[in-house]
């Protein structure tokens, strides 16, 4: 790991911090013109101010607010997910090797965020997969369904 990359990224979680403290609930506009995120400039990304922590940019553009929104929507979906495989009794089911499969990808995707920016696809990837988990709650959510239907073999 380079040590001008952890040093940035720390300085970078540093002065978001003194900027989200001045607009907390709802971000600032400007944000990328403050004295604090201005000393970003001179960092190891020749010249550029990269947000390389998704849950920062929308705190920093959109504030607390907006996190929280984002962060509830993927605990309430993750959550969702683990309680459709948890009633699924059969450990070698194919619905909860799936939701386990999801849930694990989904909880990688939200560790993986906090380290990159949310630009090109990156978006559309955690949202296809957060989509795909609610098929599945939709879809597996009643155990007692799946129990009373017939397996064809």
Do not use: C
């Not at 978001?16 to 506009?29: C, D, E, K, Y």
């Not at 988990?133 to 129990?147: D, G, K």
């Amino acid at each position: 790991v380079d040590v001008e990359n952890v040093t940035y990224r720390q300085d970078l979680l540093k002065n978001a911090l003194i900027v989200i403290g001045r607009n907390p609930f709802f971000g600032s506009f400007d944000y990328m013109q403050t004295p604090e995120m201005l000393t970003m400039l001179a960092g190891p990304n020749g010249g550029i101010i990269d947000i390389v922590n998704s849950y920062l940019a929308l705190a920093l553009s959109g504030g607390l607010v907006t996190l929280s929104l984002f962060v509830g929507f993927f605990v309430l979906v993750t959550y969702g997910t683990a309680r459709t495989i948890w009633k699924h009794t059969a450990k070698d089911s194919p619905e909860r090797l799936l939701g386990r499969a999801l849930l694990a990808t989904q909880v990688g995707i939200l560790i993986t965020i906090y380290t990159v920016s949310s630009i090109s696809f990156i978006s559309i990837v955690y949202w296809l997969v957060a989509g795909f988990e609610i098929a599945y709650i939709r879809t597996f959510s009643n155990a007692r369904t799946l129990s009373a239907q017939p397996t064809y073999s």
